[in-house]
């Protein structure tokens, strides 16, 4: 057993599944005491409950400002500080219409657990570090903040904003020893992206993913589908020590999507030219 956060405490937002409850599970076998914030009490429950005495779970929702508080309380009183925020929690659009089709009814819910969401999880947990030495906020958006595409605008806007404001508050918090840096997850398998619908079965979900496995993995070099313990992994040392030198920075954990177009286009360039000069 690793100790890399040993007397750490963190709280993880949307930690009862996928990305969330990998880090949970990483942060507390490394050494840490951890606070499990979700609104699903059932999976939070009994993910605590799984962790013993170095986790609890505190029902949670991220866009409401006095819940983020209460999360932070529930924190410092149960286990005597704070060190590490990970603004994990997130949802998608319900839909996936082109723009001009969408009627943009979820942007609110998008924008208040996904940006206002990270912006008060970060103030809340920064002004308890502030007070007592610093600390690490790691906030997680998406590729989709990166790469423009198709559909999904009121996510990609929600993300692309947390980017942007996880930089500036890692120059606006610095002064305080607080560190701020953000996570760009690519095509990670959880049920957040696994196109089934709700109360699918296990095996209709299996079957999706192998089907959509290709069409993931076509614009990604390295032909690998990331799983949650990839992005627990990113965070684990941006909360830890480690990292103590490193802070606004945007790290993508996506097999290189963000790098560029996997395709060799010269090679496809240089065959076209090839055939055109024999002819």
């Known amino acids: 057993m690793g100790q890399e956060l040993a007397g750490k405490v963190a709280i993880v937002t949307g930690g009862a599944g996928g990305i969330g409850r990998a880090t949970v599970e990483l942060f507390v076998r490394e050494g840490a005491k951890v606070v499990i914030a979700d609104v699903d009490v059932a999976a939070g429950e009994q993910l605590a409950a799984s962790l013993g005495a170095q986790a609890l779970f505190r029902r949670t929702d991220v866009a409401i400002a006095d819940e983020v508080q209460e999360l932070v309380d529930v924190a410092v009183e149960s286990f005597g500080g704070l060190d590490i925020m990970f603004n994990n929690a997130g949802i998608s659009c319900a839909m996936f219409d082109r723009f001009l089709d969408d009627e943009l009814a979820d942007f609110h819910r998008v924008m208040g657990v ?76 959880t049920e957040l992206n696994s196109f089934a619908e709700p109360g699918s079965s296990p095996e209709l979900a299996q079957r999706l993913q192998q089907a959509l496995d290709p069409v993931w993995l076509s614009n990604q070099p390295l032909k690998r589908r990331g799983r949650p313990q990839d992005v627990a992994e990113a965070a684990l040392y941006l909360a830890s020590d480690r990292s103590a030198q490193v802070t606004g920075i945007v790290l993508p954990v996506d097999g290189g999507i963000t790098a560029g177009d996997p395709v060799n286009h010269l090679n496809e360039i240089m065959k076209t030219r090839a055939r055109v000069l024999e002819g």
Request: hydrophobic letters at 45%.
């Open 114 to 189: 996904n940006l206002l969401g990270v912006m008060l999880g970060s103030q809340r947990a920064g002004r308890y570090m502030a007070r007592h030495g610093g600390g690490s906020i790691i906030n997680n958006a998406s590729i989709a903040a990166h790469n423009a595409g198709f559909a999904l605008m009121s996510y990609r806007a929600s993300k692309a904003g947390v980017v942007h404001f996880s930089k500036s508050i890692a120059i606006d918090l610095a002064e305080y020893g607080i560190r701020v840096n953000c996570l760009l997850p690519g095509h990670i398998v």
